[in-house]
């Protein structure tokens, strides 16, 4: 009787730690991983970079049998651009799911928005790995780190 309690409660230390070795080895599925980098790795990569105060925010549907492919459509008034040409008002778009690296905006707050696509119908793409932040955090870095290999330039985005 002694024996089986034992054996009992080693089993049930057992699954509890399994437990809680898997919770803490794995993460949610999807999740956002983005490749380290300095924000003058960043800003090279970016197309358009800018800050912008946060106007308006509206989420576009797009296909509802494709999972994933809602957005955040953000307008933005431009400020002071760095990098690239775009309009006084553009539209910022990011993915909803935080798992496909989508960011979250507010409304009012002014942001350093790193950004890809071509700006000429209005809207530009960001996303958590492009480094977009609030721009109380001051100008962009655009200076690469000494032996960086980035050997892309300026003007071209990296996909």
């Known amino acids: 009787m002694a024996r089986s309690r034992l054996l009992a409660h080693a089993a049930g230390a057992l699954v509890t730690t399994a437990v809680l ?3 803490v080895f794995t993460g949610p599925a999807g999740a956002c991983s983005c490749v380290p980098s300095t924000e ?7 197309t358009h970079v800018f800050t912008g105060t946060v106007v308006a925010s509206a989420v576009e549907e797009n296909d509802p049998s494709t999972v994933g492919d ?3 459509r953000y ?3 431009v400020g002071v651009e760095h990098k690239g040409d775009v309009p006084p008002m553009v539209d910022v778009l ?3 799911h935080g798992g496909t690296c989508g960011i979250t905006l507010s409304a009012n707050a002014e942001y350093l928005v790193f950004a890809s696509g071509d700006s000429a119908d209005a809207r530009v793409e960001t996303g958590y790995c492009g ?3 609030l721009a109380s955090g001051g100008p962009p870095v655009t200076t690469l780190p000494t032996g960086s290999t980035t050997t892309t330039p300026c003007a071209t985005p990296v996909p």
């Open 21 to 23: 070795l898997t919770a």
């Open 40 to 46: 003058g790795e960043r800003f090279h990569r970016a």
């Open 70 to 72: 809602d957005r955040y």
């Open 75 to 77: 307008r933005v008034q």
């Open 94 to 96: 990011t993915s909803i």
């Open 131 to 133: 480094g977009t932040r």
